[in-house]
Each structure stands twice: as C-alpha cells, then as structure tokens.
C-alpha cells in the first residue's frame, strides 16, 4: 500500500454536498494501486481470533505455511479417500460408537474459509453475478466466498419478485444492463451449464412489456422510446387507436399512447436463474457460507496523507465476523468486500459506521427495505396468450402467469401508505381497494377473477433516487456497493456483476460506463432519476 503515497497529492478533491465541504478521495487514483494488493491483506492483519473448538469447522491457523500445509494436505487426503485421521494409541480416545465417528468424521472434512481475496456479502442474484463473473474471468486465480444468511431464499428479494426484464427505461446506462441481461439469459444454458448436470431452464416468456400513458404522460413516455430506440431496443410506439386494434381486450379509456417491446422483454422464473447462477459459481470455486455477516473490522491507511487536512481519511476493510445460524461467530480475512445485501445493505454500511460519523462518513448508503405484494389471481376469460406484462399510468401491472389462466399483478404503494416491513404478511385489503378495481377498469374480464395466493417481498429500494449504487465507497478503498436497484435488481444482476468484475481486475469499466451509478452522486446530491418507474 506504500506505492498509494506516489499520488497522495492527487487523492482529494473538493465537494460540496448540502451545503458541506467535503473532501472526497477519487477512486480513480486509489484502485489502480489497490488492486495490486489483491492477494495479499494488506500489511495489518486483525486481531479478531477465531473461537476454539465446539464449532463445526476446523480452527484457524494463523501461521500462513501452516494453513497452506493443511489445505494441500486435505486436498491430498481426499482425493485419494483418506481419512486423515490417525489411529488413536489409547483406545479410551477413540469414538464410542459409529455415529459419534461419522460425524467427527464429517466435521473435519469441513474447512472454515478463514481468508479469500474477495468476500461478498449477500448471494442473491446480483451477489451470486458477482461471484459467477469473477471466478468465470479469473478461474483458480481468485478465492471467492459468498456470505447469505438465507441459505433457503424464502425471504430473498430474488425469488420472490416476478421475474421481468425490460428496456423501457429512461436511463440508457439501465437499458444498457437490461440488454446484457436478456443475452445473458438466452445464453444462460451455455454460460451456465454444469458438467453432468441438466442445462438450465429459466423459462423465459417473450411477451413483451406494454407500458400505457396518460394525456399528462405522453409526451415522457414518447421521450423515453426515443432514448429506447438511440440504445437499440426493439419498441414501438403505438397510440390509443392501435392499440385497441392489437389488443381487443383493452380498454383504452384515459389511455393516450402505449410502448410495447417487440423483442428482449419478457418474463422468467426467479428462483431457476438464481439456482442456476449459483450452482455454476459453486462449479467455478466459489464457496457460500451460511450465515450474516454481524461485524467489521478496518484501519486507516495511515502511509496516505490528504493534501487537505494533512491526515489519512481512508480506510480498508479487513476482516468480517459472521454469525452462524447456531449462534457461533467465526471470522474471514479477505482483501476485497462487495456489499451486495439487496435490502439489507444500508445494516451492513452501519456496521462500519457508514451514516453514523460527520462529513462523508455522515451520508448513509440510502437503501432500505420496502415491502411489495403479488397477487395471484385466476381469470377464465382474461387476455389469453397474448398478454404482455402491461403497466397501467398509476402503476399497477398484471402479466400471464402459465397457461391455465393465472395472472400476476400488483402495485407500489405511495409513501404515505408504505406497509410495515416487521413481516412478510398480505394485505388483501389493498388488492380489494387498489389492485383489483384497476385492473378491472383497464381488462374488464377481470371483473370475473377470484384471489388464488398472494405474497410479500422486500425491494432493496434506494431512497436517494430509486436507481442502483454501484463502485466503490469514497472512504473505503475495498468496499464495493452494488445494492438499491428498487425492484430492477433480478433483471440487472448480470450487467452488474460483469461491472463489478471489471472493477476489481480491471480497475475500470470496459463494456458499460456505469460511473454516473456511483456513490459520489448521493454526496453531491445530483439523484439520477428513472421516468415512469414501476
């Protein structure tokens, strides 16, 4: 880290957020030289020690030779189907029975990932994209570890969305991710095959979105297929008259203009892509740990000085602690941190002090937890086979769900009405007054529907402007955030785990310049808004 004081005078540059100077270190200089620390923690290890015995994983060795001694020498005994366990001399030390046997036997075949080069936090889709385009780029010269604290993803964001993917974006840099993620999913059989395993499936519908205006929101929704149409999305724009003739079942009353995409857009199954994402990043080396990740460590990096203040302000992380489901806390050194915690990602910048502290460290990452319903409903005489998943001026959307007429449907609530996020209960009360009087009004064979199931969701919804934070932190030279995609997250998850990707062994994007998603623009208040968000 001593090569970084070579550009110490290039490190800080004035900002002014709110109202308040601030000094605000430019990435740009720092990861370069940081990157060339990537196998190595850094010249300051952590005092943290792992807690002996009792655990379900092999202790700690501090001694670097010794824990590499003992890797190559379990890798040796496995592969040849050792045991690596002598005979006891005192038979008074030997199991009592087979049982205890197998499972001491099974324990120590478990090795606790006590150091990797990156650790991401969260193995959603976009923590499970991440780890999936490191390891495809960097192979066995990367050591990857996934830490999620819902190994059954009952709870995660990913598998309980709808799955849709679109490009009727205002922003090009989301309609730029949306496309990578469409060819991503169409080449996923292959991208994501396992050896000796069924190809995977996501199910892709190729429907399309049908996105409706308003007289008041016309001239933004014309706008917008123009920015569409300059990224290479396959749109159209059709007015009230045109789409009554392509849709016989809509009713086009307060309807001014409609887009509707014509390729690339569509739905798919959640929980297929992310199986699929992780169970080729497991294939590549990438090793998942149960568990939530309930502290920090860092330190200062004090052989960089500020021109400004004539002190260090950056800092590194280190170390992180995590919490296993039976109670136990172990730790993992690592060299690079991608905090990829969907909903939960602002927790984890409070752990480091990211909000609680004054001047940058006093701007938290502005993601919090918002919960969203899906309804399910069964409609004999709806849309049919033609449906696409179509956005109504207020919000509500409804699409196809299979072939035995069940549709989707839902919609966000305003900010007065957010429900609370203590649980993942339903509120039938809102399809009753909300949901259902829509869609109705907009399909009138939907007057003829019955509720099937319904549940709730959290989105990772960035307060600041409701699109994605990806780079790295201004303070933390190795935290990399990619989190608050409000609800985009599944569709974008491939486009950003390649961006991340080329950030850390590159240093720079190379395919979609994603800077103006960093995190400098919620410290200079200059919030990146998407038009006619759903």
Known sequence: MYALSRSANRLVRGCRTRGKQFNLPSWRYIWPETRKCLSTSGSKFSDWEDKPGGGPYRSHEDNPVRRTFNILS????????????????????????????????KDAEKIW????????????????????????????????????????????????????????FSVPENIQLSLYGMDFLRRSPELLAVEGMDPPDVQFNPSGYLTLASEAGVEQLRENYSVQIGMGAKV????????????????????????????????FDPWNFLFSLRRKAVSLGTEYVNGKVTGLEHHSL???????????????????????????????????????????????GRLVGIGKGTGIMGVPIPVEPRKRYVYCVHAPDGPGLDSPLLIDPNGTYFRREGLGGLYLCGQSPTDECEPSIE??????????????????NRVPSFENLKLQSSWAGYYDYNTFDQNGIIG????????????????????????????????????????????????ERVLTNEPLYEQNIV
């Not at 001399?89 to 087979?98: H, Q, V």
């Not at 003739?245 to 809509?250: D, I, Q, Y």
């Not at 136990?328 to 939960?344: L, Q, T």
């Not at 339903?426 to 829509?438: A, C, I, R």
Request: aromatic share 10%; with cysteine.
């Open 113 to 168: 990932p006590s150091f990797c080069d990156v650790l991401v936090i969260g193995g959603g889709a976009v923590g499970s994209s991440v780890a999936y385009h490191l390891k495809e780029r960097a192979l066995r010269g990367l050591n990857v570890v996934v830490v999620e604290e819902d190994s059954t993803y009952k709870r995660a964001s990913t598998v309980l969305s709808v799955g849709g993917i679109r490009q009727q």
């Open 423 to 440: 649980n993942l209960d339903v509120d039938y009360d809102f399809f009753e007054s909300n949901v259902w009087p829509t869609i109705a």
């Open 472 to 519: 790295l932190h201004p303070i933390f030279t190795n935290m990399f955030i990619a989190t608050g995609f409000s609800g985009h997250g599944i569709q974008q998850a491939a486009g950003v785990g390649r961006a991340v990707m080329e950030s850390i062994l590159h240093g720079e994007y190379q395919t979609i310049n994603l800077e103006r998603f960093g995190f």
């Open 236 to 267: 159209d724009f059709l007015s009230a008259q045109q789409l009554k003739r392509r849709f016989p079942w809509l009713n086009t009353d307060g309807v001014e203009a409609g887009v509707i995409g014509l390729e690339n857009e569509g739905w």
């Open 302 to 348: 004090d052989d960089i000085i500020t021109e400004v203040t004539g002190t260090s302000v950056l800092q590194n992380l280190n170390c992180a602690e995590i919490t296993l489901p039976d109670g136990e806390k172990r730790n993992i050194r690592f060299s690079i941190c991608v905090v990829a915690a969907g909903a939960w990602s602002g927790e984890v």
């Open 74 to 105: 379990d890798d040796v005994k496995g592969y040849f189907g050792l045991s690596g366990k002598t005979q006891p001399s005192d038979p008074s030390d030997a199991p009592k029975n087979t049982e205890e046997k197998n499972h001491k036997s």
